[in-house]
Nanobody
Framework: QVQLDESGGGLVQAGGSLTLSCAAS????????MGWFRQAPGKEREFVAA????????YYTDSVKGRFTISRDNAKNTVYLQMNDLKPEDTAVYYC?????????????????????WGQGTQVTISS
């Protein structure tokens, strides 16, 4: 089992920045990738960003490219999501996820089915 603990959400004005953190504990030696998803009110959960644990390769959804950066600290078993130039449409609950199976294509970690463990979520609210 892997436990995920997110932090860093909050309320900021449009144009501002936030950094989310997700610390993994438990059977962390089996992590192959970690990702961030978000769910806005009345909408489905959507992929935001992902990172391969072995080499740090990253993936982003188009709407956040150039504004968000995902990174990891292997020693701390922690993944970060640096969010800049935030927009009201970024308002959502942000969820951290971990995959403990080998991956064969990057596409596998851009979908919810590609993950095995989920955090409880952290609220991010952007005011206009």
């Amino acid at each position: 089992q892997v436990q995920l603990d997110e932090s860093g959400g909050g309320l900021v004005q449009a144009g501002g920045s936030l950094t989310l953190s997700c610390a993994a504990s438990g059977r962390t030696f089996n992590i192959y990738a970690m990702g961030w998803f978000r769910q806005a009110p009345g909408k489905e959960r959507e992929f935001v960003a992902a990172i391969r644990w072995s080499d740090g390769g990253t993936y982003y959804t188009d709407s956040v490219k150039g504004r968000f950066t995902i990174s990891r600290d292997n020693a701390k078993n922690t993944v970060y999501l640096q969010m800049n130039d935030l927009k009201p449409e970024d308002t959502a609950v942000y969820y951290c996820a971990a995959r403990n199976r080998p991956m064969f294509t990057g596409l596998q970690i851009t979908t919810q089915k590609g993950y095995d463990y989920w955090g409880q979520g952290t609220q991010v609210t952007i005011s206009s």
